[in-house]
Nanobody, 122 residues
Framework: QVQLVESGGGLVQPGGSLRLSCAAS????????MGWYRQAPGKQRELVAR???????NLVASVLGRFAISRDNAKNAVFLQMNSLKPEDTAVYYC????????????????WGQGTQVTVSS
């Protein structure tokens, strides 16, 4: 089985920093894109950042200049460095990966982490 495990959330003051980590484990043939989504109370889930297997990055406009996404292909891991955090960044953050399992059919399957709470408050 394939699973994603997240860590790194917590409570931080405005202007502070957090680093989220997510690692995929299990019987994996390959991983395409990996990314981070977030969902704030009363709002729809939105894509925050994604990174392809070759390293191309996309980030939502509201986090440009503050967040950075990276990955370690050898460890099947993706990271989100969050700096200059604002109260509006408060949300549950979910790791996502497009994965083809060993023995799986052609095509990517979406896998999700369990979610980690990020709270920015003073």
């Amino acid at each position: 089985q394939v699973q994603l495990v997240e860590s790194g959330g917590g409570l931080v003051q405005p202007g502070g920093s957090l680093r989220l980590s997510c690692a995929a484990s299990g019987s994996i043939f390959s991983i395409n894109a990996m990314g981070w989504y977030r969902q704030a109370p009363g709002k729809q889930r939105e894509l925050v950042a994604r990174i392809t297997s070759s390293g191309s990055r996309n980030l939502v406009a509201s986090v440009l200049g503050r967040f950075a996404i990276s990955r370690d292909n050898a460890k099947n891991a993706v990271f989100l460095q969050m700096n200059s955090l604002k109260p509006e960044d408060t949300a549950v953050y979910y790791c996502n990966a497009q994965i083809r399992p060993n023995g799986g059919q052609v095509g990517w399957n979406d896998y999700w982490g369990q979610g980690t709470q990020v709270t920015v408050s003073s």
